[in-house]
């Protein structure tokens, strides 16, 4: 028997829906960053500023020669070996490995058949929420993300309310069709650098805050700490800090009104997803770690295999194992950006990470011993 013509509509517009829920992620995400179009641009050039000095420091301490061959590439020459850097991304991985730790979804998946602890999580479309309700409705508070390396855009934290899930997912949705829900874990994060096996340097990175002067409100605030931002060198931080949904959710839980006020020197955290912060909330905590976190990113490095390895964790202690009952692992990095590394409260503590990838870079020489004339 035919479905009654009303049935048929309904089925044949709900792709037209998802295709319209993806444009309204789309919209959403474009109109924050047009409005905030300019200090988006200022902010690129000031990453590209970054690490144009990252990269010349490194050659510094090796004795390398830098060039800038334009296009956003730099070359770095020491005698006949060479190679070529981008920003972060650096000639040590190979693609097909770049493209699998992408793959938030799959790397959970290569992760758990290790039994090693991630957070409960579900892959999913827009379209394919169902999941998605039980896991908030199971564990109380989520994050959503796109499924595919993102560089921290896309991400939604501090979802407490089902009605919060269609806004996050579309906003996830504006980087990609695959999405992965996760259950936002208490703790602290943590990013563990991992070159060729060995554990180089570990940041803990606190949630972005504003400092109060007892003047101006909590959105004045942002907007200043913006224009400090922006007011590089000295580098404090490479992003800005937006007043999104993330921001919106962790502020109402927290019982807290962009409108207010807070005194002078009061330091409030403005959301919990931390990719945002500037350097007073990150510190070195190298020697902080429990010892096993060496062997941990030493047995993912060679059980995946990748060379260089950005680790985040999510942890109640930092001092102790991780376990299902300590924490998890977040996400793995496979072009994990080294200003986390740089940009941190305790400067004193600081390890040259660049020195040491550079040296990687430059052992046996990645472009071969060929001449560059």
Request: aromatic share 4%; hydrophobic share 40%.
């Amino acid at each position: 028997m035919a479905l009654p013509s009303v049935i048929l509509a309904a089925l044949t517009a709900i792709p037209m829906l998802t295709d319209l829920r993806r444009l309204q992620g789309r919209l959403r995400y474009w109109s924050g960053a047009l409005r905030h179009r300019s200090t988006l641009q200022r902010m690129a050039q000031l990453r590209s500023d970054f690490y144009q000095q990252f990269w010349q420091e490194a050659a510094a301490d090796l004795g390398a020669e830098l060039e800038s061959p334009g296009y956003g590439f730099l070359r770095l020459r020491l005698g006949n070996t060479h190679t070529v850097v981008r920003g972060a991304n650096v000639m040590l991985d190979d693609h097909v490995t770049l493209e699998m730790a992408g793959n938030k979804a799959f790397t959970h998946q290569l992760l758990m058949a290790g039994d090693l602890p991630v957070p409960r999580h579900v892959a999913y479309r827009l379209g394919e929420l169902k999941a998605v309700h039980e896991l908030l409705e199971e564990t109380g508070r989520i994050v959503v993300k796109p499924a595919g390396g993102c560089g921290g855009r896309g991400i939604t934290a501090d979802i407490t309310e089902h009605g919060q899930l269609l806004e996050a997912s579309c906003a996830a949705h504006a980087f990609g069709d695959s999405l992965l829900a996760e259950e936002q874990i208490a703790g602290d994060s943590y990013r563990m650098l991992y070159l060729d096996d060995q554990l180089i340097d570990a940041v803990h990175r606190g949630p972005p805050t504003v400092v109060g002067d007892g003047r101006h409100s909590l959105s004045a605030l942002v907007q200043l700490e913006n224009r400090r931002r922006l007011a590089a060198p000295p580098f404090t931080a490479l992003s800005p800090l937006m007043l999104d949904p993330s921001a919106r959710y962790f502020l109402n839980r927290a019982g807290k009104s962009l409108r207010q006020r807070p005194a002078e020197g009061e330091i409030i955290a403005i959301k919990s997803a931390v990719n945002q912060n500037a350097s007073r909330d990150n510190r070195s905590v190298l020697g902080a770690l429990h010892p096993s976190y060496l062997q941990l990113g030493r047995r993912i490095s060679r059980q995946l295999p990748i060379r260089l390895l950005g680790l985040d964790v999510i942890v109640r202690r930092i001092d102790q194992p991780l376990s299902a009952a300590t924490g998890v692992i977040n996400e793995l990095n496979t072009t994990p950006a080294f200003h986390h590394h740089e940009l941190i409260a305790n400067r004193e503590q600081r390890v040259r990470v660049g020195s040491r990838v550079l040296a990687a870079l430059l052992d046996g020489g990645l472009c071969g011993e060929r001449s560059l004339a």
